[in-house]
C-alpha cells in the first residue's frame, strides 16, 4: 500500500463561509494538522467538489482525507470515498447552526470550527482504511435446530434460496407439535373452518429436499467456532457423534405446554380435564367423527377455560396469544361433527387479532357460545365435570355441567440454560462449591446448542425464557452473531406466525454466512470491514473484555488469553472501553483515534472565562439528537467539543483522564437509556460506562477534581431540544465551580 | 303456564339459545353478539328499562328462559334503529327485540299489563278488523284498556290534545261509527288466517 | 440512469416504511441488487411520525436511524423517492415495472440549508403533521428525511414564491422545470410493503370526529405528544389549546366493525396503553385516561405492558363501545354508553377523545398487480398464481394488520422470498 | 315536462281525519310544482307500523306490506311505491328486501297472498317521498319554483328516525343527516345548524303506552330548537310531527313549561314557498300555529 498522504477539503457552503474564518480553519489544517494537502471549495458537496477530491485521490494519491464540511451524517452519498480513509470536522450541524447568532459570538464560534479540524485532521492521522478481517471463512450453509413447523419452514425456505441445511431433530420424526394437531387454524380467506396442518406434506418436501440434510433421533453435542466456521458435534440417540461445519444457525426448538396439574383448581389431572394437546389427540382419534372421551363417552357438551395459568403471576404472566384461535378452532371440532354440542368458551379479553376476528365470527355463527367470566373452580360431577365461573357480563356467579373441560393452557418455551443461572453457578463452581459443580452439570445437561463459548452454552434469553429480540425494529438481534431463534420459543405464537418467523431467520442466518465469508459486521454494524486488534503482549488476563463483550464473541485460549472470534464480534468497541491497559483497537476507532483528539483542541487559560467540555456522543441516538438540534437551529454553548462515539461502552476511561489532565473543565456523556428497558443496541453500553465511571471517582479527587467533572446522561434520538438544556445546564453549572485547577498542567 | 310455552320447554330443554335461533324472528343472529354494548348504549329509552339488549343476548346464550322471556325490556323498543345502525356485528337488534316481544307475547309469559303490549295488541285488532288502523277506535281503546272509568281517567287528562286535534281536523269523532276500511276487507282477513296457519305448520306442533 | 442498472437479478421493494426498509436492507445484505420505490418525498413512512413504540417506551427514529446509516452504507439499494408504480408486467424473474417519478423541483444539490423555505410566502398543510400544522410550501418533510432534501410542493409552481424559492437557494439546488417522467425498469422479484392507513375516522359518525374539534384520532395524538410536533410535545387539544388532563381512548375506532374495517387491527390497544403513558408523564397525578374496550388484545409478553397500566390509578378501563358522543358549551366531549361489564350506564365528560382507529391497507386505492390475491379487507394474502409461479411477495402491514416488530419480521420473510426467486432465475440462467 | 309517476301509499295517519291528514293538502301543491305524479294505490292497506309486532307475527306483518306491493306490482308497472310516511315506507321496504333474500318466506308470503287474489314476484322498490325530491328531483329543481323565499325563518330540522335509520336518505349519515337542513335552505329559509337533537327518538308509538318517558325525549327535542333559536321545527315524519306538537302542552302541565314550538312539515314550507296558500299548505291542520310561515303565506 501506498504511503500515507492526508488531504484537508474546508467547504465555504451553506453560510460556513459567511460565519467563519475559512481560510484560517486553512491553515490550522496545514499548520497544526499537518495535513499535505489543503483545499478550500465554496460548495464541495457539488459534483465539482466531488470530482476534485476524486482526483486528488487518483492523481495525488492521497490516502486519508479530512472533510471539514457538515456532519458525518449528510451528504453521505457525495462524501464516498470507499479507497481512503475519511474523517468528518463538522462545522455546519455542529458549530455554524447551533452557536448563537451574531457578531459578539464570532470568537467561539471561530474556535469551536477551529477546534473541530485540529480534531478531524488528529483522528485521521491515526485512521486506517479497515481491510476486513483476512481469516474470514467461506461456509455458507445452515444448521437448523429443532424439526417441528418452524424449523422445517427455516430450512426448507432456506434451501430454496439456494442454501445447504442441515435439519437436526430430536425425534424420530419430523412434524413437532403441528404433527400431533388434528387441523390449524385458518391462516387463508375466508378464515372460516380449521384447515389442514399441512405439516406431513412439509416434511416430505424437506425430506427429499436435495439441499437438505435431515439427522433424526439427533441433539447438538457441542457447538464451537462462529459465524462462517461453526463446529458442530451431533449426538445420535445410538451415542455415536458426527461432526459438521456450518456458516450459522438458526434454532427453532420450539415450546413444551404448561403442565396442567399445576392447575388443580381448574381441574388440571381430573379424568375429563384436558389442555389443548390432548383434545388434539381426541380429535385426530375420532378422525372427523364425533369425540370421544378417554372413557370412550361421546362428548356432548364442552367447556374451554381461556388463560389456563396464563396472564397469572403464579403461573405464566405473559399470553400466549395463539389460544383463543385454538379454542375457537378445537370448539368447531365438535360443531362440524355434531351441531347440536354444546360449546363454552369462557375468556377475559378474546384475543384473535387480525383476520381473526372472521374465524370468531364464523364460531359464533356455529353457535360456538362465548361467554366473558372468570372460572374458579372446575370439579367432578357425576359422569363430568362442573364448572363454576363468574359470568362478567351478567355479573352472576354460573354453573355450566360438561362432559369435558379443555384448559387452554400456555406455550413455555425450550430455550435450554437460562444465562444469567448458568453465570451464577460458573462463578460458584469456579471458587470451589461442589453444589455449584452440581448444578451446573444439571444446567448443562438441558442445554439445547452446548455452545462453547466462555459467556455459557445458549443464547441468553430476554424474558420469561423466551430468547427473543430486545428490539422493536430489529427482531432478529440476537446476542449471538449467526445464532437466530425461530418460532416459539422466540416468543409465544401460532403456526402462522411461526412460519413466517422461520422465513426470516433462515434469511437472517444466510446473511450472517454472507457477512462472515466476506470478513463484514453485523447488524446493526452492518458492513464494517474494521475489526478488534490486540497486543496480546501487554495484555494482563484481567478478563474484562470475555466477561462485557455483549455478544460473547470472546473467549479464551489455554493460555488465558482472551481469544477473540472476530465473526462473533458486532464492532461495538466494548472490550476496548473495558481493556485497562488498552491493548485492544480497531483500525478506524481506536483509544488512539479518540484520544489523540481530546487531546488536540486548544484550551484556553483558566482567566479567559472559556471552559471547555468534552462531550463523548453516542453515535445512534446522541449524536443524531444533536445533529437535529443543528438542523432546528437549537443554540448551545459553544464551549463544548463533541466526540461521536461507537457506543458509551466503548469509552476507556483513559480518554476521561486525559481529558481533565488536559485542561478540560468537564466531561459530558450521552448514551442511550439503560435498565430493563435499555435502548442501547450493544446491549449495556450506557450501563458499562456509568458503572465505569463511578470508578474513577477515586481518582478525580485524587486530582482534586469535583465528582461532578465527569457526568453520563441519557439522550434519546428526539432529544434534540433536550440535550441543548443539558449542555447548556452543564456548563452553567461548570461554570459556576469555577476552572478545572489541572488548566496549565496538561 | 300456556300449552305453548309447555311444548317449548318440552322440546328445548334448557337450550333457550337453539329456541331462540328456531323460533324468534331473526334469533338466529343473536349467538353473533360480542358484548360491545353499542346498543345498550344507544337505546333511547335505555335509562328505563332492566336488561339491555346485548345483556339479554348473554342470558339467552346462558339459558335464562324465564328472566328474558319475562323482561319488559323488549316491550321498550321504539323502533328508532339505533342499535342497528351501530351495531359493529350488524345484528338486526330492533328485530330481534320484536321478535322476542311477539314470542314471549305469543307464549303468553309476557308481563302482564305491560303497557307496550297492550298497544300492540289493540292496535293490531284494530287495524286486522278493516285492514287500516282507525285512529280514534285505537286510542279510545288504549284508554279503555283497564276498564271504564280509569278509561275516562285517561280520557280527560287527554282531552286538551284530543280537542285541539279536532279542532285541527286530525281526530276525526265519525270515525267511532264507520272511518276508512279497506274494501278487501275479506281477502286480507283471509290471508292473515293463511299466514297463520303457514306459521301454525312451520312452528311447534 | 436507474432503469439502465435493474436486471432481472433486481429485487424491486415496493415503499420505504419500516417494512420497505427492512426488506430492501436485508435482501441488499445478502448481496442482492434492490431498488426501493417510495411515493413521498421521504423514507420512513407512518413509522416516522409516531412519537414512541410500545412496549419500550423507545424513539421510532432510532430505529430509523440505524436503517438510514446501513443504506447510506449499502451500495446494493437504490432509493428512489417521489416514485410510484404505474404497471408490474411480465412474469416470475422477468418483470417490467413501469414508474411514475413525480417532481421534487430539488435537485441532489440540496444541502438542506434551509434557505428556500424562509424565502417562500405561501403555506401548505403539513402532510408529516397529519396536517395539524402548517409548513413553509418549500418543507423538508422532517429531521429524519432520506434524502435530506427539500420539497417545492407543486401548489406553488409557476407562482413568484416558486421564482423567490430559487433565487434564495445558493447552490442551484432548484429545478423549476423538473417534469413527472416515466421509466420502465426490470426487476426479478417483487416485495410489495405499501402499508396501511389510518381508517378515515370521519366515517365512524357516532363520534364526531367531523364535527367535534376535539375528537382526534390515535396518529393525531402521537404528533401532539411528539417535542417536534405542533404543539412541541404538549398535549393541547385542538380547540382552544386547553391543556388535555382528562383523556378518553376509544378502540375498535373503525375496526372489527362490519360497517366499517371487518378485521382486528392488532395494534391500537397497545397503541392506547402506550399513549396513556403520554398522559401520565405529562400531568402525573393529575393525568386521568380512560380506555372504552371490547377485548383489550395484547398478546405474548406485551401482557406485561397491559398489566402495568392496569395498575396505574391514572388510567380506567371500561368494557364497553361508546354510543355517542356529544359536544358540551366548553368544548368538552360527553360519551354515552353503557358498560357492559355488569351493565353500568355512563355519560363521562372528557377534554379530548383519542380515537384508536384501525388500519387499512394502502393497497385500498392504488393500482395493483393483477396476480396478487387479497383478503376481504384488502391485504395481501399471496398470489393468484399457482405456488413456484408467484414472484410478487407482500411484506409488512401491506399483508396485515401488523405492529413494527412484525411488520419488520413478515418483511425479512419477504426478503428471503425474493431472494428465492432470483436465485431460481440465475441457476436457470446459469445453466442456459 | 311529463310528469313522473309514482305508485302512492298515503297510509292510515294521512287519511282525511287522521292525525297526519294535514300533510296531504301540502304534498299536492308540491308535487304538483315539481312534476310528481302520485297515483294511489288501490285499497291499500295499514303497514302494520312499528307497533304491530307484539300481535302480529313475522309472516302476517310480510304479508301485510306485500299485497300493497303486489297491488302496485299487479296494477301499477313500473312505478315505484312512494310513501310520505316513514314507517309505512320502511315496513315496506324492509319486507321488499326480506322477501328477496329469503326465498322460503317469499313462498309463504305468496301462498297467504292467493288467498286475497295476489302474488308477488319482488319487482317493485318501496321509497320514501323525500327519496324522491332529493334523487329524482333534486335540491336545484326544487328550488326553482320558490316564489316567496322564507326568509327570516330559522328553522330546526327534525329528521327523526326511521327516515333516517336503518336505511337512510341519499345515502347520508345516520348521525348528522344534512338533506333536511339543505331543503330549508333550498326555501329560503336558514337551517339552526348544530341542532344536536336532530335524530332523537321522540318515542315513536310508544308515546301511547309509555307517555312519561316519550315526553322526557320531546321535551328535549323541542328546547334544544329554543336553544338554536328556531321559529319552527321541520319534520318529513308523521308520527315525529304529530308527537312533537300535541305533547307539549301536557309536558307545560306537567313540568310547568311553556313550549309553544309550532312542527311542520318539510312540505309545508315549501308549499308556502311555491306560493301556495295556508289552507293549501295544511297550515290549518296545525295545532301550534306555525305564526311566521302564516305570515308570509297570506302575504
Same mark, same amino acid.
Given at each position: ?746 | ?205 | ?432 | ?104 318466506? &317469499?313462498?309463504? =308470503?305468496?301462498? $297467504?297472498?292467493?288467498?286475497? +287474489?295476489?302474488?308477488? *314476484?319482488? %319487482?317493485?322498490?318501496?321509497?320514501? @317521498? ?52 339543505? &331543503?330549508?335552505? =333550498?326555501?329560503? $329559509?336558514?337551517?339552526?345548524? +348544530?341542532?344536536?337533537? *336532530?335524530? %332523537?327518538?321522540?318515542?315513536?308509538? @310508544? ?75 295544511? @297550515? ?16
Amino acid at each position: 500500500m501506498a504511503e500515507m498522504k492526508t488531504a484537508a477539503y474546508i467547504c465555504s457552503g451553506c453560510g460556513l463561509g459567511d460565519k467563519l474564518d475559512v481560510p484560517q480553519l486553512a491553515k490550522i489544517a496545514q499548520k497544526e494538522g499537518k495535513m499535505a494537502l489543503v483545499r478550500e471549495h465554496g460548495f464541495l458537496c457539488n459534483a465539482e467538489g466531488v470530482q476534485m477530491i476524486r482526483d486528488d485521490i487518483e492523481k495525488e494519491e492521497v490516502t486519508h482525507i479530512c472533510i471539514a464540511a457538515c456532519s458525518r451524517r449528510a451528504k453521505t452519498d457525495a462524501f464516498s470515498f470507499p479507497t481512503v480513509a475519511m474523517t468528518r470536522a463538522n462545522l455546519r450541524e455542529g458549530v455554524v447552526w447551533v452557536v448563537a447568532e451574531g457578531t459578539e459570538h464570532d470568537e467561539v464560534r471561530q474556535e469551536m470550527a477551529d477546534d473541530y479540524v485540529r480534531m478531524a485532521c488528529a483522528e485521521l492521522k491515526k485512521a486506517k482504511l479497515p481491510a476486513g478481517n483476512p481469516n474470514h471463512t467461506h461456509l455458507k450453509n445452515l444448521m437448523v435446530v429443532g424439526g417441528g413447523m418452524s424449523g422445517m419452514t427455516a430450512a426448507f425456505e432456506a434451501a430454496e434460496a439456494g442454501y445447504e441445511v442441515i435439519l437436526v431433530e430430536k425425534q424420530a420424526s419430523l412434524g413437532g407439535w403441528a404433527g400431533k394437531l388434528w387441523k390449524r387454524v385458518p391462516f387463508k380467506a375466508p378464515y372460516a373452518e380449521p384447515q389442514e396442518t399441512g405439516a406431513s406434506e412439509l416434511a416430505a418436501r424437506v425430506g427429499s429436499h436435495p439441499l437438505i440434510k435431515v439427522h433424526l433421533n439427533t441433539t447438538v453435542a457441542e457447538t464451537s467456532g462462529a459465524p462462517g466456521r461453526f463446529a458442530i458435534k451431533l449426538a445420535q440417540e445410538s451415542g455415536s457423534l458426527t461432526e459438521v461445519s456450518v456458516g450459522a444457525i438458526v434454532q427453532a426448538t420450539g415450546f413444551a405446554t404448561y403442565d396442567i396439574n399445576k392447575l388443580p383448581e381448574l381441574g388440571g389431572g381430573l379424568d375429563h380435564v384436558v389442555d389443548h394437546a390432548g383434545l388434539e389427540a381426541l380429535a385426530k382419534a375420532s378422525n372427523g367423527g364425533a369425540i370421544k372421551r378417554h372413557d370412550g363417552k361421546e362428548v356432548k357438551s364442552v367447556v374451554f377455560l381461556q388463560c389456563a395459568g396464563q396472564r397469572d403471576e403464579k403461573h405464566l404472566p405473559y399470553c400466549s396469544g395463539h389460544c383463543c384461535a385454538t379454542s375457537i378452532k378445537q370448539a368447531m371440532y365438535f360443531k362440524d361433527a355434531n351441531p347440536e354440542v354444546s360449546t363454552v368458551v369462557v375468556y377475559d379479553d378474546l384475543r384473535v387479532p387480525g383476520m381473526g376476528e372472521d374465524f370468531y365470527r364464523s364460531a359464533q355463527h356455529k353457535g360456538v357460545v362465548f361467554a366473558k367470566g372468570k372460572a374458579s373452580k372446575v370439579e367432578t360431577s357425576g359422569n363430568g365435570c362442573r364448572v363454576n365461573y363468574r359470568d362478567l357480563i351478567l355479573d352472576a356467579d354460573n354453573v355450566i355441567e360438561a362432559d369435558l373441560v379443555v384448559l387452554a393452557t400456555g406455550q413455555v418455551p425450550s430455550s435450554g440454560v437460562d444465562i444469567a443461572a448458568w453465570d451464577k453457578v460458573t462463578k460458584e463452581a469456579e471458587g470451589g462449591s461442589e453444589e455449584a459443580k452440581q448444578q451446573k452439570s444439571e444446567l448443562k445437561s438441558i442445554s439445547i446448542l452446548n455452545l462453547t463459548y466462555r459467556q455459557g452454552p445458549d443464547i441468553p434469553k430476554l424474558k420469561y425464557g423466551f430468547a427473543d429480540s430486545h428490539f422493536i425494529c430489529f427482531p432478529y438481534e440476537t446476542q449471538r452473531t449467526g445464532i437466530y431463534t425461530a418460532g416459539p420459543v422466540r416468543r409465544p405464537m401460532d403456526i402462522l406466525q411461526a412460519t413466517e418467523d422461520a422465513t426470516g431467520a433462515a434469511l437472517k442466518a444466510i446473511q450472517a454466512a454472507e457477512n462472515a465469508s466476506l470478513g463484514r459486521a453485523a447488524h446493526p454494524r452492518a458492513g464494517d470491514l474494521s475489526f478488534p486488534n490486540v497486543r496480546l503482549e501487554g495484555c494482563t488476563q484481567c478478563k474484562r473484555c470475555t466477561v462485557e463483550c455483549p455478544f460473547g464473541a470472546i473467549d479464551e485460549d489455554e493460555k488465558r488469553f482472551p481469544l477473540f472470534n472476530e465473526q462473533r464480534c458486532r464492532r461495538c468497541g466494548t472490550c476496548m472501553g473495558a481493556c485497562p491497559v488498552r491493548v485492544i483497537s480497531f483500525e478506524n476507532y481506536s483509544v488512539d483515534t479518540v484520544g489523540s483528539q481530546i487531546k488536540a483542541i486548544e484550551i484556553p487559560d483558566e482567566f479567559s472565562d472559556k471552559p471547555r467540555i468534552l462531550v463523548l456522543a453516542c453515535e445512534n441516538d446522541a449524536y443524531p439528537a444533536l445533529d437535529m438540534a443543528g438542523l432546528s437551529r437549537i443554540v448551545y454553548s459553544a464551549f463544548v467539543r463533541i466526540i461521536p462515539v461507537r457506543c458509551l461502552g466503548s469509552v476507556n476511561t483513559i480518554w476521561i483522564t486525559d481529558a481533565l489532565n488536559s485542561g478540560y473543565d468537564g466531561v459530558m456523556m450521552m448514551g442511550c437509556k439503560k435498565g430493563d428497558e435499555y435502548q442501547c443496541h450493544f446491549v449495556k453500553g450506557s450501563e458499562l460506562a456509568g458503572y465505569r465511571m463511578s470508578k474513577i471517582g477515586d481518582t478525580l479527587t485524587g486530582m482534586g477534581l469535583e465528582p461532578e467533572r465527569v457526568s453520563t446522561f441519557e439522550v434519546a434520538i428526539t432529544d434534540n431540544q433536550k440535550v441543548a438544556g443539558l449542555i447548556n445546564d452543564y456548563v452553567a453549572q461548570l461554570v459556576e465551580m469555577g476552572p478545572s485547577p489541572m488548566k496549565g498542567f496538561g | 303456564m300456556s300449552e305453548l310455552n309447555q311444548k317449548a320447554v318440552a322440546l328445548y330443554g334448557n337450550n333457550f339459545l337453539k329456541e331462540v335461533t328456531e323460533r324468534v324472528e331473526d334469533g338466529e343472529w343473536v349467538s353473533m353478539c360480542m358484548q360491545c354494548g353499542v346498543c345498550a348504549g344507544s337505546c333511547p329509552l335505555g335509562p328505563h328499562w332492566e336488561h339491555s339488549p346485548q345483556k339479554i343476548f348473554r342470558m339467552i346464550m346462558a339459558g335464562k328462559r324465564d328472566e328474558v322471556l319475562t323482561s319488559d325490556s323488549m316491550w321498550m323498543c321504539t323502533s328508532c334503529y339505533s342499535c342497528i345502525v351501530r351495531c359493529p356485528r350488524k345484528l338486526p337488534i330492533t328485530h330481534i327485540m320484536h321478535g322476542l316481544a311477539h314470542y314471549a307475547n305469543r307464549l303468553d309469559v309476557a308481563p302482564k299489563g305491560q303497557p307496550t303490549r297492550e298497544l300492540a295488541r289493540v292496535f293490531w285488532n284494530n287495524l286486522i278488523k278493516t285492514g287500516r288502523v282507525n285512529e280514534l277506535k285505537f286510542s279510545l281503546a288504549v284508554y279503555f284498556k283497564d276498564g271504564f272509568s280509569q278509561g275516562i281517567k285517561n280520557l280527560l287528562s287527554m282531552q286538551v290534545i284530543a280537542l285541539g286535534l279536532m279542532k285541527a281536523k286530525r281526530l276525526n269523532p265519525m270515525e267511532i261509527i264507520g272511518g276508512h276500511k279497506c274494501k278487501d276487507v275479506g281477502g286480507i282477513q283471509k290471508m292473515l288466517a293463511k299466514a297463520q296457519e303457514i306459521e301454525a305448520r312451520r312452528q311447534i306442533s | 440512469m436507474t432503469a439502465s442498472i435493474a436486471t432481472s437479478q433486481t429485487i424491486l421493494v415496493v415503499g420505504g416504511g419500516i417494512s420497505g426498509m427492512t426488506a430492501a436492507l436485508e435482501a441488499a445484505e445478502c448481496g442482492k441488487q434492490v431498488i426501493l420505490v417510495e411515493r413521498n418525498a421521504t423514507l420512513g413512512g407512518r413509522t416516522a411520525l409516531l412519537y414512541r413504540y410500545f412496549p419500550k417506551m423507545c424513539h421510532p427514529t432510532c430505529g430509523m436511524e440505524i436503517n438510514l446509516r446501513r443504506i447510506k452504507a449499502n451500495r446494493n439499494v437504490r432509493v428512489m423517492t417521489m416514485t410510484e408504480v404505474l404497471e408490474v408486467k411480465g412474469l416470475r424473474g422477468d418483470y417490467t415495472v413501469k414508474l411514475k417519478l413525480s417532481p421534487r423541483y430539488v435537485n441532489s444539490n440540496c444541502t438542506a440549508c434551509g434557505e428556500c423555505a424562509k424565502a417562500v410566502d405561501a403555506e401548505i398543510d403539513n402532510p408529516y403533521e397529519y396536517n395539524l400544522a402548517k409548513t413553509s410550501a418549500a418543507y423538508l418533510p422532517h429531521n429524519m428525511a432520506y434524502p435530506m432534501h427539500y420539497v417545492i410542493d407543486p401548489s406553488i409552481i409557476g407562482t413568484s414564491d416558486a421564482d423567490k424559492a430559487k433565487s434564495a437557494c445558493r447552490y442551484d439546488a432548484i429545478d423549476l422545470d423538473m417534469k413527472e417522467e416515466t421509466v420502465e425498469i426490470k426487476a426479478g422479484a417483487v416485495v410489495w410493503a405499501t402499508g396501511w392507513k389510518p381508517y378515515d375516522a370521519a366515517r365512524i359518525q357516532p363520534y364526531g370526529y367531523d364535527r367535534f374539534d376535539n375528537v382526534i384520532t390515535s396518529v393525531e395524538f402521537e404528533r401532539l405528544a411528539n417535542p417536534h410536533g405542533p404543539t412541541g410535545g404538549k398535549l393541547l387539544r385542538p380547540s382552544d389549546g386547553k391543556e388535555a388532563r382528562n383523556i378518553a381512548f376509544i378502540q375498535c375506532a373503525g375496526s372489527r366493525d362490519e360497517n366499517h374495517l371487518r378485521h382486528c387491527s392488532r395494534i391500537c390497544c397497545m397503541a392506547s396503553l402506550k399513549q396513556t403513558h403520554y398522559v401520565r408523564e405529562a400531568y402525573g397525578d393529575d393525568a386521568k385516561s380512560t380506555i372504552y374496550y371490547i377485548d383489550i388484545r395484547v398478546i405474548d409478553r406485551l401482557e406485561d405492558f397491559y398489566q402495568q397500566v392496569k395498575k396505574d390509578p391514572a388510567v380506567s378501563f371500561i368494557k364497553s363501545k361508546v354510543a355517542k358522543i356529544v359536544e358540551d358549551k366548553e368544548g368538552n366531549l360527553v360519551l354515552h354508553g353503557v358498560d357492559t361489564e355488569g351493565y353500568h350506564r355512563y355519560a363521562t365528560t372528557h377534554d379530548l377523545v383519542v380515537l384508536a382507529v384501525g388500519m387499512e391497507p394502502e393497497t385500498n386505492g392504488i393500482k395493483l398487480p393483477e396476480d396478487m390475491l387479497l383478503d376481504s379487507s384488502g391485504f395481501i394474502e399471496g398470489s393468484t398464481l399457482p405456488e413456484g409461479a408467484e414472484g410478487i411477495y407482500g411484506a409488512g402491514a401491506a399483508t396485515s394488520p401488523l405492529d413494527v416488530n412484525r411488520a419488520a419480521q413478515s418483511a425479512t420473510a419477504a426478503a428471503l422470498r425474493a431472494i428465492q426467486v432470483v436465485h431460481k432465475t440465475s441457476t436457470v440462467e446459469g445453466a442456459r | 315536462m311529463a310528469k313522473k309517476n309514482y305508485a302512492f301509499y298515503p297510509g292510515c295517519s294521512s287519511q282525511k281525519g287522521a292525525s297526519a291528514s294535514n300533510f296531504v293538502p301540502s304534498i299536492e301543491v308540491m308535487c304538483d310544482k315539481l312534476d310528481i305524479q302520485l297515483n294511489e294505490i288501490p285499497d291499500w292497506n295499514c303497514c302494520s307500523a312499528s307497533i304491530g309486532y307484539g300481535e302480529g307475527s313475522q309472516l302476517s306483518r310480510l304479508v301485510l306490506n306485500a299485497r300493497n306491493l303486489a297491488l302496485v306490482e299487479q296494477n301499477m308497472p313500473g312505478q315505484d311505491l312512494v310513501s310520505g310516511c316513514p314507517a309505512c315506507w320502511l315496513a315496506t321496504r324492509e319486507t321488499a328486501e326480506k322477501l328477496n333474500e329469503v326465498d322460503s318466506l &317469499m313462498a309463504d =308470503t305468496n301462498e $297467504a297472498l292467493k288467498e286475497a +287474489g295476489l302474488s308477488f *314476484k319482488g %319487482t317493485v322498490k318501496a321509497r320514501h @317521498l323525500v327519496e324522491v325530491l332529493i334523487e329524482d328531483v333534486g335540491y336545484d329543481a326544487m328550488k326553482a319554483p320558490v316564489v316567496k323565499p322564507l326568509e327570516g325563518l330559522k328553522i330546526a330540522g327534525y329528521v327523526g328516525c326511521q327516515t333516517n335509520r336503518p336505511f337512510g336518505i341519499a345515502g347520508e349519515s345516520f348521525e348528522n343527516p344534512q338533506y333536511l337542513d339543505k &331543503m330549508i335552505e =333550498t326555501v329560503g $329559509a336558514e337551517a339552526a345548524t +348544530g341542532y344536536e337533537q *336532530k335524530i %332523537t327518538c321522540c318515542g315513536g308509538a @310508544l308515546a301511547f303506552s309509555e307517555p312519561e318517558k316519550s315526553q322526557k325525549q320531546i321535551k328535549d327535542i323541542v328546547e334544544s330548537a329554543y336553544d338554536h333559536g328556531a321559529d319552527m321545527i321541520v319534520t318529513p315524519c308523521q308520527l315525529c310531527q304529530a308527537n312533537v306538537e300535541i305533547y307539549q302542552s301536557e309536558i307545560n302541565k306537567k313540568k310547568g313549561t311553556n313550549l309553544t314550538m309550532p312542527v311542520v312539515y318539510y312540505s309545508q314550507l315549501m308549499t308556502v314557498a311555491y306560493g301556495g296558500n295556508a289552507k293549501q299548505a295544511g @297550515l290549518d291542520g296545525n295545532v301550534l300555529r306555525p305564526q311566521k310561515l302564516l305570515d308570509i303565506a297570506s302575504k
